[in-house]
């Protein structure tokens, strides 16, 4: 059996336990590898090692071009490795083939745009009210940051955040989620071969309690970066809290899409197909509560199921697969019973409802792309995150029932306005509570933009330059130019 271990230092590491668990392939309900099970005595060395490259080490005394050159040489490391860490993905994820393949060799873009951003941080000359005085500020990295990564995106959710963290000087501890452990420790073994001294990124793998918790708390860590559910990060940030470290969470959404009567149909059709059902539904923004206009109902959900009916289920290598497995074996049963908690609200199974049983699903998790009519705002299925292939229907009148509907709960992620009129287009995104609005168009994403929650859906943004600023800190520097220091006991 292949065991995958620890990255600390710049070397592959056994755990300090001697203990491994098991990870398992989605598709075909084998455990596959085993990864190495952290504790506290690991996060503590690789905190330590994050610490030393920070202050003392080689990496401390590069100039920022300097770093951005090694990001730029990590960047071409991935775009050659892409097929392989893809194909590391599916199997330990059951992501798509497809998806993974582009997505792969989408990644260097991060790591070519921050390594470009990371000597272009500039710091600012203060025109003063006082004479006599020369103001500057700095922008200085904070330090050891933890990366927290959730299973749906280990590589992308990794990457948008140690590429910015990087390019600030910071250095980095990953704690990939225990479901998807694998891509995460292959993927920092470039960084290595890219040239990044030792102890710039440190992977630690193993539970939430074990790895996760002493991480958040151990002193030398000044930032944290979480992806994950909205409980974990609260419990992260309340944690944070006490030591008053820096912040970013990427937590869950309920995102709406919103489709008025003068939208171009067939596109909205597409666009909420994809905004729901592509990564099997497991991605933050999916676009899981479709609002439709009272006037269309009939017509789109008509379209809509047609389409879906379509959905190929099957071995997520394939690349004519469109929907794969769920990834975890928790996750399936949770993504089942919220089809039993809708059935039992009242809502009516339009599609789907069942366990993937067609015989290109084998063993694996799989979820029948589902869809829910006749939804209601204040049903579960509306209010709660499921993270799965199941889209809830619900209906409005007009825009300022959208628009009440769609921020009608806690989170605040994507959303989704598909008309023709732009008008209400941009009086719709003005409304909207919701850190990403898409119009005519669901989903897309780019380094260049920033991406993050309002509500509970998170603090703070990942991508763009807004990301850079989440790993920098702000100094002062006050210097006198002539004016004389005043005898302080003197009273004038
Ligand atoms: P999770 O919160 O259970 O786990 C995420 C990570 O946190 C894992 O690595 C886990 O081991 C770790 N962890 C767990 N307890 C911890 C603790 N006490 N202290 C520190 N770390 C701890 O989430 P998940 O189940 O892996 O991922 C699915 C969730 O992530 C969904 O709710 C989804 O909405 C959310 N998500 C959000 C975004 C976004 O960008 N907003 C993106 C992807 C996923």
New binding site residues.
Partial sequence: MQRFEMFINGESCAPASGEWFDTENPFTDETWAQIAKGNATDVDLAVQSAHAAFSTGPWSQMSASQRGLLLHRVGDLIARDAKRLAELEVRDNGKLMAEMLGQCQYLPQWYYYFGGLADKIQGAVIPLDKKGYFNYTRNEPLGVVAA??????PLL?ATWKIAPALAAGCTVVI?????TSASTIEFAKLFTEAGFPPGVVNVVTG???D???P??EHPLVKKIT????????R??NE?AARQFKHVSL????KSPNIVFEDADLEDAVNGAVSGIFAATGQ???AGSRLLLQTSIYDTFVDKLVTLARTAKMGDPASMDTQVGPVT?RP?YQKVLSYIETATQEGATLLLGGKPGSAPECGNGWFVEPTIFGDVSNNMRIAQE?V?GPILSIIKFKDEDDAVALANDVRFG?GSGVWTKDIGRSIRVAERLQAGMVWVNSYRAVSYMSP???YKD??LGR?NSIDAIREYLQTKSVWINTGVKTANPFVMR
Avoid at 175 to 179: G, H, I, Q, T, V
Avoid at 226 to 233: P, W
Wanted: charged share 10%.
């Fill in positions: 927290i990564t959730p299973w749906n995106s959710l704690k990939p989620s225990e479901f539970f939430g309690a790895v996760g918790s991480l958040v979480f992806t994950g559910a909205d409980s974990t990060g419990a992260i944690a990427e937590l869950g959404g991605t933050c923004i975890t996750q995150e993270f992620l991406f993050g929650g859906s998170g990942e």
